[in-house]
């Protein structure tokens, strides 16, 4: 009876002893999986810190790109406004130069029987296209326009504008629309004299 005990008891002893062992292991493996599943964190990257990086790369890599852009075409701009500006301040001591002229002559307009006003108005939109045109230069296109186009349809102010906006001079301007060098220089010999007459006679 004793020995029956004793095995039963050892028995008992031995199952709960399993049991403890058995649940110790299970606890055992959830943790070595909790462990595993932290153990990948280290090996990749870092919540947040892999992205955050790769936009700071891209970042720096645009920034460059459009940084060079932006000197690029700020100096492209600066260029063309830079031209601009001359153009724009020329255009402006040419009117300036008229308004003298003008001014202290009033026959250069009256003489051709034109209102000084259109005159100036016309030049200055002449200055759009071509801000080095002198207004001595304008008022010789007008004053040949008159002296020629009656007999020469294609000898207008507007041509002869064209010519020197091209960069021609007037007498090369009427030789390309149909003059010969010999009435080129008498055309332009007779323009000069009726614009200084024009100054001379107040």
Same mark, same amino acid.
Request: aromatic share 2%.
């Given at each position: 009876m004793k020995r029956t005990l004793l095995s039963a008891s050892f028995v008992a002893v031995a199952l709960a002893f399993a049991f403890?062992? =058995? *649940?110790?292991?299970?606890g055992r493996g $959830? #943790?070595?999986g909790n462990g595993g599943g932290r153990g990948a964190s280290p090996g990749g990257p870092p919540s =947040?810190?892999? /992205?955050?990086?790769?936009? #700071?790369r891209s970042s720096d890599s645009s920034m460059g790109r459009s940084d060079e852009g932006r000197d690029n075409a700020s100096t492209r701009s600066n260029g063309r406004s830079d031209a601009g500006l001359e153009r724009a301040r020329i255009a402006s001591q040419n009117l300036h130069? *008229?308004?003298?002229?003008? %001014?202290? $002559?009033p026959n250069i307009a009256s003489d051709m029987h034109v209102n000084a006003n259109a005159l100036r108005a016309g030049y200055q939109t002449a200055l759009q296209t071509n801000p080095n045109l002198t207004f001595?230069?304008? /008022? *010789? *296109?007008t004053r040949l326009a008159k002296n020629l186009g #009656? %007999?020469?349809p294609a000898i207008t102010r507007d041509a002869i504008l064209a010519g020197l906006a091209n960069g021609d001079s007037i007498g090369k301007t009427l030789r390309n629309l149909g003059l010969t060098d010999d009435e080129a220089k008498a055309a332009k010999k007779r323009v000069e004299n009726q614009i200084k007459d024009s100054k001379n006679n107040r």
């Open positions: 403890t062992n =058995g *649940a110790s292991a299970q $959830h #943790g070595g =947040g810190v892999g /992205v955050d990086r790769g936009l #700071g130069d *008229a308004d003298n002229d003008l %001014r202290h $002559h001595g230069n304008y /008022v *010789a *296109a #009656g %007999r020469n």
